[in-house]
């Protein structure tokens, strides 16, 4: 099932199994995100509860991604300010990483421990009239990133989309 009704960014869902299949807890399917490229690994058999659980985590940050100095930089000087920010070891101490990821978290744009989103990377700078969706994946390039553009509120609503839908699939 394709979810979202924005205009760059859908959800990919398809139901897989319910619960109590083979005496597993379900329900369970494949999940990716869909802009001008694929977003994730579609083919990777996941928990749907434990992804319905990883994207509300992404929402709570709508309207909380405003950063100008962001959306001032290019895509490959945005991402790899977040990455750095929030994945790289660079000494900082244990204050400065908890205080960046208190900054940078609210940046995140896949759900982090789903197989589907194993090696992607991905952000949303949004201000009022734009939403910037930048990404890199297990198979890009060293400095490539890429780039859509949403309107804003397009990625968070197709997100409480998917966990309304993995709801009432449960």
Known sequence: MIIGLGPTFRV????DGFPGMDGREGPFGRLCFLLPETVGNCDALISLSVAAASVTHL?????????PELMAMNAVEAFET????????????DQQVMADWDEFSRFLAVPRGL???DGWKAFLIE???LGRYIWKG???DEGEVLEANLV???????????????DLAS
Do not use: Q, W
């Open 115 to 117: 197989e589907s989103f």
């Open 59 to 67: 929402a709570r940050n709508r309207g909380g991604r405003a950063a």
């Open 82 to 93: 977040i990455h750095r920010a929030l994945f790289e070891d660079d000494e900082r101490s």
């Open 12 to 15: 990919r869902c398809d139901l």
């Open 138 to 140: 297990p198979d890009h």
């Open 127 to 129: 201000d009022e009239l």
């Open 152 to 166: 804003p509120g397009e990625f968070d609503d197709a997100i409480e989309a998917l966990v309304a839908f993995i």
